[in-house]
């Protein structure tokens, strides 16, 4: 049974700083592209980072501008989302993804999904 499980989130000041972990189980995750993507309240779900089966390459959003570092430890099971300088505007609930496609189709092919964690950013 595929299940991807998040956590990490909290509420923060802006400024701050939270790391999300991804626990992956009931698969091989080094088979699989793995990302992360947010929703905010009453917006649309959007893309914030991918990573290559073997973690040699990255793919950010545009918003990100360097204060999000994605990562993944395929021996532990686990894909991290490292968050700095964070913003009221990156409130949301941050989901992880499992893809078996390639990471510049993250955003578009099918996967699996986890339940999200909650960060709140206050001002």
């Known amino acids: 049974q595929v299940q991807l499980v998040e956590s990490g989130g909290g509420l923060v000041q802006a400024g701050g700083s939270l790391r999300l972990s991804c626990a992956a189980s009931g698969f091989t995750l080094s088979d699989y592209v793995m990302g992360w993507f947010r929703q905010a309240p009453g917006k649309e779900r959007e893309f914030v980072a991918a990573?290559?089966?073997?973690?040699?390459?990255?793919r950010y959003a545009d918003f990100v501008q360097g204060r999000f570092t994605v990562s993944r430890d395929n021996a532990k099971n686990t894909v991290s989302l490292q968050m700095i300088s964070l913003k009221p505007e990156d409130t949301a609930v941050y989901h992880c993804?499992?893809?078996?496609?390639?990471?510049?189709?993250?955003?578009?092919?099918?996967?699996?999904w986890g339940q999200g964690t909650q960060v709140t950013v206050s001002s």
């Open positions: 993804k499992a893809t078996t496609a390639a990471a510049s189709r993250l955003e578009t092919s099918a996967g699996y």
């Open positions: 990573i290559s089966r073997g973690g040699a390459f990255t």
